[in-house]
């Protein structure tokens, strides 16, 4: 399984970025996805998560109402929309898979994870 995260990049506070995290594979469209960030010198954080056809998604409180998860399983994609942008986002963000159809915030239970792309919010 690969998991290839872009749609990163530099932003003015209060602008909006979508991030893609495009997945290989036959089976993606059984397991839950998350999105996490890692800011410098923080440890990883949970973002956002979404069950395996889209019914239940979870959000870090930091977020909600900013964030949007989505999937399309025909494509083997995540997205996660993002508005409203304060500086507080800059971080690499992760997407990841989860062991289970279920959705999820703990980063323990997610087995694969994409590379990562930068996002920064300029104030």
């Known amino acids: 399984v690969q998991l290839q995260a872009s749609g990163g990049g530099l932003v003015q506070a209060g602008g909006s970025l979508r991030l893609s995290c495009a997945a290989s594979?036959?089976?993606?469209?059984?397991?839950?996805m998350g999105w996490f960030r890692q800011a410098p010198g923080k440890e990883r954080e949970f973002v956002a998560a979404?069950?395996?056809?889209?019914?239940?998604?979870y959000y870090a409180d930091s977020v909600k109402g900013r964030f949007t998860i989505s999937r399309d399983n025909a494509k083997n994609t995540v997205y996660l929309q993002m508005n409203s942008l304060k500086s507080e986002d800059t971080a690499v963000y992760y997407c990841?898979?989860?062991?289970?159809?279920?959705?999820?915030?703990?980063?323990?239970?997610?087995?694969?994870w994409g590379q990562g792309t930068q996002v920064t919010v300029s104030s």
């Open positions: 990841a898979r989860r062991s289970s159809v279920r959705a999820g915030t703990d980063r323990n239970e997610y087995d694969y």
């Open positions: 594979g036959r089976t993606f469209s059984i397991y839950g």
């Open positions: 979404i069950s395996w056809i889209g019914g239940t998604t």
